[in-house]
């Protein structure tokens, strides 16, 4: 038997509606979007109606949704996009210690460039103990070399959903620009280009049931960017490179379930994240639960056991799917630069687990996790004790 899945925000299954509108152009639809013949014209309209339903989740124009590889790559040309065409206004690049490695490396590379002209100066801020990214520091930090601020809209380990719109506020007010990474929180929470007031936003395909591969780098129409892939005009010229159809495909129909859904799927991950803690805390009145208390995902939950290891935990977790905040070895503890920048105390950080649950997790999985998750940290209390 599979494990109890709980690692949605790793990655998502495939929703089987997504896949099966997938399948046409798996066995039948074949052609190349920019060929003018029927074959090429059912793909390109195709791709179109997904463009179109991507657009509409995110209440955008479709002309500002240019498809990527996935949210890496989304990241990577929104910030170094942004870097080189913005060079002569300034370098100055503002962005949160919490960031996923996919905006974090990309902030060390523009930095590393030993001091030549196309060096950047990145300003990483501290979030406080929830994880929380205080807007006024973002004003502070702002300069007239200021060309971008990049903040994820909720954070993959701790599920603490920042405030993107005033910090998009107060960097409009000073003309600089701003991109907040959505892999996590599209399709849990609602995600609007103009509520949040962002100028780039990436979206990733894996994390919201469509597959890996594909993503979205929504573009405000008048932003400029500095190519990252060169090659023919596809995608208005934004990003060369043959559209990935079935991928497109599969990624519209994703974004289309969300746009129709969103409150059904909020309601039923919070209720599974909420028992799945709320049984553990009853169980270990000695645990914690990390992120904001209440600007938080609805399907993340990180727990810190206090005095475990997580990678023990994880290792004794036979019959679950999750992730550790933590890896411990002999001569030292590699606690995850989340948890580092919150300040959680070594005792709780390094037995930190991260729960994520999802569209298709049910009552009794949850149940059984429950059960499960107990007897492995019964049973290294119990050993802990001993020695």
Same mark, same amino acid.
């Given at each position: 038997?599979?494990?109890?899945?709980?690692?949605?925000?790793?990655?998502?299954? !495939?929703?089987?509606?997504?896949?099966?509108?997938?399948?046409?152009?798996?066995?039948?639809?074949?052609?190349?979007?920019?060929?003018?013949?029927?074959?090429?014209?059912?793909?390109?309209?195709?791709?179109?109606?997904?463009?179109?339903?991507?657009?509409?989740?995110?209440?955008?124009?479709?002309?500002?949704?240019?498809?990527?590889?996935?949210?890496?790559?989304?990241?990577?040309?929104? !910030?170094?996009?942004?870097?080189?065409?913005?060079?002569?206004?300034?370098?100055?690049?503002?962005?949160?210690?919490?960031?996923?490695?996919?905006?974090?490396?990309?902030?060390?590379?523009?930095?590393?460039?030993?001091?030549?002209?196309?060096?950047?100066?990145?300003?990483?801020?501290?979030?406080?103990?929830?994880?929380?990214?205080?807007?006024?520091?973002?004003?502070?930090? !702002?300069?007239?070399?200021?060309?971008?601020?990049?903040?994820?809209?909720?954070?993959?380990?701790?599920?603490?959903?920042?405030?993107?719109?005033?910090?998009?506020?107060?960097?409009?007010?000073?003309?600089?620009?701003?991109?907040?990474?959505?892999?996590?929180?599209?399709?849990? !929470?609602?995600?609007?280009?103009?509520?949040?007031?962002?100028? %780039?936003?990436?979206?990733?395909?894996?994390? %919201?049931?469509?597959?890996?591969?594909?993503?979205?780098?929504?573009?405000?129409?008048?932003?400029?960017?500095?190519?990252?892939?060169?090659?023919?005009?596809?995608?208005?010229?934004?990003?060369?490179?043959?559209?990935?159809?079935?991928?497109?495909?599969?990624?519209?129909?994703?974004?289309?379930?969300?746009?129709?859904? %969103?409150?059904?799927?909020?309601?039923?991950?919070?209720?599974?994240?909420?028992?799945?803690?709320?049984?553990?805390?009853?169980?270990?009145?000695?645990?914690?639960?990390?992120?904001?208390?209440?600007?938080?995902?609805?399907?993340?939950?990180?727990?810190?056991?206090?005095?475990?290891?997580?990678?023990?935990?994880?290792?004794?977790?036979?019959?679950?799917?999750?992730?550790?905040?933590?890896?411990?070895?002999?001569?030292?503890?590699?606690?995850?630069?989340? %948890?580092?920048?919150?300040?959680?105390?070594?005792?709780?950080?390094?037995?930190?687990?991260?729960?994520?649950?999802?569209?298709?997790?049910?009552?009794?999985?949850?149940?059984?996790?429950?059960?499960?998750?107990?007897?492995?940290?019964?049973?290294?209390?119990?050993?802990?004790?001993?020695?």
């Amino acid at each position: 038997m599979d494990p109890i899945y709980l690692d949605y925000n790793a990655t998502t299954p !495939i929703d089987p509606q997504v896949a099966e509108a997938m399948l046409p152009f798996v066995h039948q639809h074949y052609g190349n979007p920019s060929s003018s013949h029927a074959l090429g014209v059912t793909t390109h309209d195709a791709v179109g109606e997904a463009r179109g339903r991507i657009a509409e989740m995110l209440a955008c124009l479709p002309q500002e949704v240019v498809f990527t590889s996935g949210g890496t790559e989304a990241n990577n040309y929104a !910030i170094k996009g942004v870097a080189g065409a913005y060079r002569a206004k300034g370098k100055h690049i503002i962005t949160s210690a919490v960031e996923h490695p996919a905006v974090i490396e990309v902030c060390r590379f523009l930095e590393g460039k030993d001091g030549g002209p196309n060096t950047s100066r990145i300003t990483y801020l501290p979030v406080d103990q929830f994880g929380w990214l205080d807007p006024r520091q973002v004003s502070e930090a !702002i300069t007239g070399e200021t060309v971008l601020v990049t903040v994820m809209h909720a954070n993959n380990e701790v599920g603490t959903v920042e405030p993107i719109r005033e910090i998009a506020d107060i960097a409009h007010r000073q003309g600089v620009l701003v991109h907040a990474d959505c892999a996590q929180s599209i399709g849990k !929470i609602p995600v609007n280009v103009d509520d949040l007031g962002v100028d %780039l936003l990436t979206v990733a395909g894996h994390k %919201l049931y469509a597959p890996k591969g594909i993503g979205v780098l929504y573009i405000r129409t008048g932003v400029k960017l500095e190519k990252l892939m060169h090659g023919a005009n596809h995608e208005m010229n934004w990003r060369a490179g043959t559209e990935n159809v079935i991928e497109i495909v599969g990624l519209g129909k994703a974004c289309q379930l969300i746009h129709q859904n %969103l409150t059904h799927y909020q309601d039923h991950m919070r209720k599974m994240r909420d028992q799945l803690e709320s049984g553990l805390l009853d169980r270990f009145p000695g645990s914690r639960v990390n992120g904001h208390p209440e600007k938080r995902l609805p399907n993340t939950s990180s727990m810190s056991f206090k005095n475990l290891e997580a990678n023990q935990i994880l290792d004794g977790l036979k019959g679950v799917a999750a992730s550790a905040g933590a890896a411990c070895h002999s001569d030292r503890v590699e606690v995850s630069s989340v %948890l580092e920048a919150m300040n959680v105390p070594l005792e709780y950080a390094m037995g930190t687990m991260r729960f994520s649950v999802g569209r298709f997790t049910t009552d009794k999985e949850i149940q059984l996790a429950i059960e499960e998750i107990s007897q492995v940290i019964t049973g290294l209390t119990a050993a802990l004790q001993k020695a």
